[in-house]
């Protein structure tokens, strides 16, 4: 599945961005989306997860994150929205999308086989 992610940008600290993560052909319905970034000279994080199945939404959310973003689907599960609020100066960082076949959230960035190009968030008064 091929993966775009939009929605980054310039905000101040305490503002709001809400990113996108659209799937080009098929919907996300057998896979976990997750939202992944990388700050400079920093590793890639995982920051939120999102599957579904069974009927039933599951989401997982870092610690770092937890209380202030929101991970959720739309379009009939072919775009995952990540909304990000209370944001910090340390949340600033290149947001990743990725896929994992399966429907189980992992954090792992091997578990993932599919990513989006990345958008960037920057956090500054």
């Known amino acids: 599945v091929q993966l775009q992610a939009s929605g980054g940008g310039l905000v101040q600290p305490g503002g709001s961005l809400r990113l996108s993560c659209t799937a080009s052909?098929?919907?996300?319905?057998?896979?976990?989306t997750g939202w992944f970034r990388q700050a400079p000279g920093k590793e890639r994080e995982w920051v939120a997860c999102?599957?579904?199945?069974?009927?039933?939404?599951?989401?997982y959310y870092a610690d770092s994150v937890r209380g202030r973003f929101i991970i959720s689907e739309a379009n009939a599960k072919k775009t995952v929205y990540l909304e990000m609020k209370s944001l910090k100066l340390e949340d600033a960082a290149v947001y990743y999308c990725a896929a994992a076949r399966g429907r189980l959230c992992r954090s792992a960035i091997s578990d993932f086989g599919s990513w989006g190009q990345g958008t960037q968030v920057t956090v500054s008064s």
């Open positions: 999102i599957s579904s199945r069974d009927g039933n939404t599951f989401t």
């Open positions: 052909e098929f919907s996300l319905d057998q896979y976990a």
